[in-house]
């Protein structure tokens, strides 16, 4: 069945460091990837999305590049800021379903 | 309001209680979701709404009963629950659209504590 993977752990970096969040997938046919975001006390919001192979999205300095060959969705931001500190969840739905297969989301930190 | 919209955000209850959660989306989506998610716990699907009909319960305990009276409308009724099911509960809508894989639009939340 559908799936993703996360990295495993909270991720702590500094303000206006380079920010990778790995995720991959396993999946049939033809997948839509997905990168929600969750800020303190709210529910998930949609950061950015891809619809197929090789496509980038990109969000508020966020991307992700979906990557066929080698089934991954890894969300990059060349300098974070402290207002980044949130969980990041991956996301695979699949094409003729309602569901979303999500990843176990990882907290980022931002010190400033 | 836009969104989708939950309520109450917070509410405590005692385990012979009965409560409901209510959510409401003004999106003009076809499908209606309920999510648990506890800490240090993967986000759990537990129901699936699609144009008012149930097509998904994942083995949820029957002190949870959810009820969709229209597409813009979800209900989770709570009774005789457990500490352990003390967490967020979270709402979601997406269009319904067949054959495309539909992102989904989440709500703020319930934090639910059981005494």
């Known amino acids: 069945g559908n799936s993703v993977t996360q990295m495993e752990g909270p991720v702590t970096l500094s303000e206006e460091a380079f920010l990778t969040i790995n995720c991959t997938y396993t999946a049939t046919g033809y997948p839509s990837l997905f990168w929600y975001v969750q800020y303190p006390g709210e529910g998930l919001q949609l950061l950015l999305k891809?619809?197929?192979?090789?496509d980038k999205g990109s969000n508020k300095g966020f991307e992700a590049t979906y990557r066929k060959e080698t089934t991954s969705f890894h969300l990059e931001k060349g300098s974070v800021q402290v207002s980044d500190s949130a969980v990041y969840f991956c996301?695979?739905?699949?094409?003729?379903?309602?569901?979303?297969?999500f990843g176990k989301g990882n907290q980022v930190v931002v010190i400033p | 309001e836009t969104g989708v919209t939950q309520t109450p955000r917070h509410l405590v209850m005692g385990m012979t209680n009965k409560k409901s959660l209510k959510c409401e989306q003004h999106?003009?989506?076809?499908?209606m979701y309920w999510y648990k998610q506890s800490a240090k716990k993967p986000l759990e699907l537990m129901f699936v709404?699609?144009?008012?009909?149930?097509?998904e319960n994942n083995s949820v305990p029957s002190r949870f009963s959810p009820e969709c009276p229209n597409s813009s409308h979800l209900f989770l009724h709570l009774h005789t629950l457990q500490p352990e099911d003390s967490a967020l509960y979270l709402c979601a809508s997406s269009p319904g659209r067949t054959g495309e894989a539909n992102e989904q639009f989440f709500g703020p939340g319930t934090r639910l504590t059981v005494l």
């Open positions: 891809a619809t197929k192979a090789d």
């Open positions: 709404y699609n144009f008012k009909e149930q097509t």
């Open positions: 996301a695979l739905g699949g094409y003729g379903n309602n569901r979303l297969a």
């Open positions: 999106l003009g989506h076809n499908a």
